[in-house]
């Protein structure tokens, strides 16, 4: 059963994400989740457990837990790595969460932030608050895609004279 999660997680997130678009693309949403997992293979991640979770990392989130039980079935894992991925309702509660989620959890979120800020209109706000998460990653620090996100974010920032 173990080597039906990924599958299985492609799945769920398609059903969930069918009729969403990104924002400012307008592409299938469902390529956000998909290019996070990409990311994190690119890195070197094999679990599949960790791959599942990127791939489902805003499905709580943006589905209104109509698809929790299915994350839930399919990986205690796994479940709670998105759990720990998902918005709370306040960023002090949200960032809590990712740093107790470990290194997986802060893993994830890294490709999820890398993959966010390859979107073509990014606000400098968005940015920096983006920037300041990652530093608070400390789990990840020194992983060559931890740093390589943060590098990518302050070129963004100094490109248009908003990093000092």
Known sequence: MHNQILPRAISIANRAHRYQTRKFSG???IV??????????????TDEKVLAAA???????DCHEIF????????TDVHVMV????????????????????????????ADIASNTREPILGINYLRKKL????????????ELHSNTIAS????????GYYQ
């Open 27 to 29: 592409l299938p949403y």
């Open 32 to 45: 956000h989740p998909l290019e996070v997992m990409s990311i994190l293979e690119r890195y070197g991640v």
């Open 55 to 61: 791939v489902l990392h805003d499905v709580i989130e």
């Open 68 to 75: 929790e039980n299915d994350i839930r079935e399919l990986s």
């Open 83 to 110: 759990r720990a991925l998902t918005k709370s309702p306040s960023e002090s509660e949200t960032n809590k969460k990712l740093i107790e989620g470990g290194f997986n959890v802060q893993l994830i979120k890294t």
């Open 132 to 143: 300041n998460q990652l530093h608070m990653f400390d789990e990840v620090i020194g992983h």
């Open 153 to 160: 974010i302050i070129l963004t920032l100094e490109k248009t």
